[in-house]
C-alpha cells in the first residue's frame, strides 16, 4: 500500500510523467525522476514538480525508490528493463502508464527480476501537447484509470495500483485484463484516431475553415497526433485494432450502400440506432 | 433591402424557424408564422418568439408579409410552393434554411410565379434537440451563413439576403454556388455525420460508457440525429455525398493497409499531414 514515506521514482518525465509526478509531490510524497534531458530535471525541480532528477541511472540513485511508474515509450521501457532493472530496490513495485497492454504487460512481466513486480495501468487522459512544460496534474480529473493485473501480480499490488490512480484523482478506477483492455481501446480511442486522420487526409482543407462547424471541429480535434508515439502504439495493438477497423468499415459500408440504393429503411434504422446508444453516453 | 416595417413570415416553426421568429422579432420586425400545430403557435405567442401565426394558410394572411423564410423538410418545401404560392404578395422575397441546395433552390425558382424570387440560404447552425420549446437565436452566434445565390437572383436579393444573416448574428455570411455549397456541405457536414452514424452501429456500447474519454464522446455527439430529416436531406445530396464517402474510405483504407504491412512510414507521413491540416482550424 501507499504509505507517506513512500518513495515514488518517474521513469520518463513528458506531459504524463510530469504530471504524475506534480500530482504526486502534491499529495506529500517524495518524487525523483528519470529522463534524458538535463533541461527537462531544471524546468521540473525549479517549478516544484519534483523533488530530485537524474539523466544518469545509478543504483545509488534507483534502489531510493519504492515505487517505479515507467511513462516511456513502449520500446524505450523494454529496453529499460532489460538495461537498467538490476539497479532496483529488492521488492519494488513497478507500473507504467503505456496506452497498449498486452504486448507490453507479458513482456515485461517475463523478463522481470523474481523480486520484483509489475503492475500495468492505463491512466486515459493526455493533452494534444506534450513535454514537461505542459505536465497539469489537473487533466486526471474526471478521467478514467485502467489497471491490468495478471495472474502474476498479488492483490495487494492491484490495491496499491488503484490507491496511485484515487489519489491522483482519477474520477474512475477500473480493472480490465491486458486484452479487454486492449479491444476497448481499439475501439474507442485508437479507431477514433484512425478516421480522425483519415478524414484531415482527404483534403487540403485550407479552403474550408470558413465553412467548418463544431461537428467537424470535434470529429478532427484528435487529428493533431504525436505520430512516433502514436504510431507504435499502433502497431503494438494491430490485431486489435485491423479488427476494429474492419468493424467500423463494415458498418460505414453498410450505410454507404443503403444511401446509394435509397434504402432508407435501413439509413433511418442506422440512425436511430445511432441516436439511442449515442444518449447512454450523455453525461 | 430589410426595412424597419419589412413583414417576416416564417413558414415552419421548429428549432430553426423558431430560432429565426425570435431573433427577428428581437430586431424589431414584425415576424408571423405559418405551422402545423396550433401549440405550436400557442408557445410561440405566449413566449414573445412570434407576432401573430396561423395553422391555416390564406391569402389574406400570407399576403401581409414582404420577406417569407421556408423552415421546412425539403419535400414539404416543394409541396408549399406548388400548393400555395397563389397566396403570396407580389414582389416578396422568398428564402429558406435547407441544409441542401442543388436540388431545392433550382426546383423552387421553376416553379416560382415571375413576379416572386427565392433564394437560398443556409444557416450552419441547430442543436441536438428540435421544436419551437428549443428555440435559441443564441445558436446563430459565432456561426457562418451561407447564402447560394442563382442569376435568377438580383443584386438586391444577394444583399437583402446577407442581412438577415447579419441580423440574426452569424459571425460570417459567405456567397456560393449551389454546387460548391453542397460539395462542401457533403464532406463538413453530411460525410462526418455518417461516419458518427456508422460508429455507433458497430457496438451495444452500453459497457463502454465508463471507459469513454472525450475523443470518441467528442466523435459521435452528432451521432444523436433526426433521422427523417438526415436521411431526406442525405438522399437529396446523394451523388456528391456518396463521392465524399468514397474520398474518406479511400484514405481510411490507405490507413488500414499502411497498418496491416507495418509501413510505419505512410502511416507517420498520414499522421504529420493530419496534424498540420487540423491546425488550420485551431480557433
Redesign the interface.
Given at each position: 500500500m501507499l504509505q507517506k514515506n513512500t518513495k515514488i521514482l518517474i521513469i520518463g518525465l513528458g506531459l504524463i510523467g510530469g504530471s504524475y509526478a506534480q500530482g504526486l509531490k502534491r499529495a506529500g510524497y517524495e518524487v525523483g525522476a528519470v529522463t534524458r534531458s538535463q533541461k527537462t530535471i531544471d524546468y521540473a525541480l525549479a517549478h516544484g514538480i519534483i523533488d530530485s532528477g537524474t539523466t544518469q541511472v545509478t543504483r545509488g540513485y534507483v534502489s531510493r525508490f519504492d515505487l517505479l511508474v515507467f511513462a516511456l515509450y513502449p520500446h524505450t521501457f523494454l529496453e529499460w528493463i532489460d538495461t537498467w532493472q538490476d539497479c532496483i530496490k529488492p521488492g519494488a513495485l513497478l507500473t507504467d502508464v503505456t496506452g497498449v497492454k498486452g504486448s507490453v504487460v507479458y513482456a515485461v512481466q517475463a523478463r522481470l527480476r523474481p523480486d520484483l513486480q509489475f503492475i500495468g495501468a492505463h491512466p486515459?487522459?493526455g493533452r494534444e501537447v506534450g513535454g514537461v512544460e505542459n505536465a497539469d496534474c489537473d487533466i486526471f480529473r474526471g478521467?478514467?484509470y485502467?489497471v491490468t493485473p495478471t495472474e502474476q501480480n498479488t492483490p495487494e499490488a492491484v490495491e496499491t495500483c488503484r490507491e496511485l490512480g484515487r489519489t491522483l484523482g482519477f474520477a474512475?478506477i477500473?480493472t480490465l485484463s491486458p486484452a479487454q483492455h486492449d479491444e476497448?481501446i481499439g475501439?474507442?480511442?485508437q479507431?477514433?484516431?484512425?478516421?480522425?486522420?483519415?478524414?484531415?487526409?482527404?483534403?487540403?482543407?485550407?479552403h474550408?475553415?470558413?465553412?467548418?462547424?463544431d461537428?467537424?471541429?470535434?470529429?478532427?480535434?484528435?487529428?493533431?497526433?504525436n505520430?512516433?508515439m502514436?504510431?507504435e502504439l499502433?502497431?503494438l495493438n494491430?490485431t486489435e485494432?485491423?479488427a476494429?477497423?474492419?468493424?467500423?468499415?463494415g458498418?460505414?459500408?453498410?450505410?454507404?450502400e443503403a444511401?446509394?440504393e435509397?434504402d432508407?429503411t435501413t439509413?433511418?434504422e442506422?440512425?436511430?440506432?445511432?441516436?439511442r446508444?449515442?444518449?447512454?453516453?450523455d453525461k
Open positions: 486515459m487522459a478521467a478514467n485502467i474512475r477500473s476497448m475501439f474507442l480511442s479507431l477514433t484516431h484512425c478516421i480522425a486522420v483519415a478524414l484531415m487526409n482527404c483534403k487540403e482543407s485550407r474550408l475553415v470558413d465553412f467548418t462547424g461537428s467537424f471541429r470535434d470529429l478532427t480535434r484528435i487529428a493533431r497526433i505520430d512516433e502514436w504510431n499502433f502497431q494491430k485494432l485491423l476494429q477497423m474492419d468493424l467500423f468499415r458498418e460505414f459500408d453498410r450505410l454507404r444511401i446509394a435509397g432508407e439509413v433511418r442506422m440512425m436511430r440506432t445511432s441516436t446508444r449515442r444518449s447512454y453516453f
